[in-house]
């Protein structure tokens, strides 16, 4: 069975400061992906980075980055000199292979509120 | 840039009722999929559609509930006599393949569903 564990409930934070969103991850299947998702107050879930089993080179997409280490079974996502707009639930989400599909397993959502 | 849509934004109905919520996906995605979120809680899997026929399902998707994709745009999600416990927010979501490259899945606005 697959879990994921968000252990931040909430961060707070103040602009400008770096802020990091752990996740662990719990899988058998030497093939899955791990994803980030936001959802900002306004309800809507947005696709972050999706990131294969294979591939453990950390990304970097602007104030956004990714660490992805096998060895902790982590995939952590740091946002550097946070902003207001930044704020939201984040959610991380595991998928492995179950019938040829893959459906994404989500962990319960870190609220990350910044302030100015 | 395609999105996924879905109508309502918000539905209220009455327990026992039933009640039809709308997606259309994106055009040239063969693959659809149903999630539910419990206000504060994480993101749910319901149910997979492909080749119209429901490839996958998880255990909250009882006999209450039904999916089909009518015409070649719109794929629903039918609760059949609501309960409360079924207030939540639906998510729709579409991929292009299960797997592979193109396997993101791209999730709709969602429809916030009151059962009073």
């Known amino acids: 069975a697959q879990k994921v564990t968000q252990a931040q409930t909430e961060i707070s934070v103040v602009e400008k400061e770096d802020v990091t969103l752990d996740c662990v991850y719990e899988?058998?299947?030497?093939?899955?992906?791990l994803f980030w998702y936001k959802q900002p107050p306004s309800g809507e879930l947005v696709f972050l980075i999706r990131?294969?089993?294979?591939?453990?080179q950390n990304e970097i997409s602007g104030r956004y980055s990714w660490n992805f280490q096998k060895s902790t079974s982590s995939f952590n996502f740091t946002i550097t000199a946070s902003q207001v707009v930044d704020s939201a639930v984040y959610f991380c989400?595991?998928?492995?292979?179950?019938?040829?599909?893959?459906?994404?397993?989500f962990g319960r959502g870190t609220s990350l509120i910044v302030h100015p | 840039e395609p999105e996924v849509t879905q109508t309502p934004s918000h539905q209220v109905t009455q327990m026992g009722q039933e009640v039809i919520l709308r997606c259309v996906p994106i055009?040239?995605?063969?693959?659809f999929y149903w999630y539910r979120q419990i206000l504060g809680q994480k993101v749910e899997f319901l149910v997979s559609?492909?080749?119209?026929?429901?490839?996958?399902k998880s255990e909250i998707f009882d006999d209450q509930f039904s999916v089909e994709r009518p015409d070649g745009s719109n794929f629903t999600l039918k609760i059949r006599s609501t309960k409360l416990e079924d207030s939540a927010m639906y998510f729709c979501?579409?991929?292009?393949?299960?797997?592979?490259?193109?396997?993101?899945?791209?999730f709709g606005p969602g429809t916030r569903l009151t059962v009073t």
């Open positions: 989400a595991l998928s492995e292979a179950r019938g040829g599909s893959y459906i994404p397993t």
């Open positions: 979501a579409s991929s292009e393949r299960v797997q592979g490259d193109s396997y993101e899945q791209y």
């Open positions: 990131r294969n089993s294979f591939d453990e």
């Open positions: 055009s040239n995605h063969l693959y």
């Open positions: 899988t058998r299947d030497t093939t899955y992906y």
């Open positions: 559609f492909y080749n119209n026929e429901i490839s996958e």
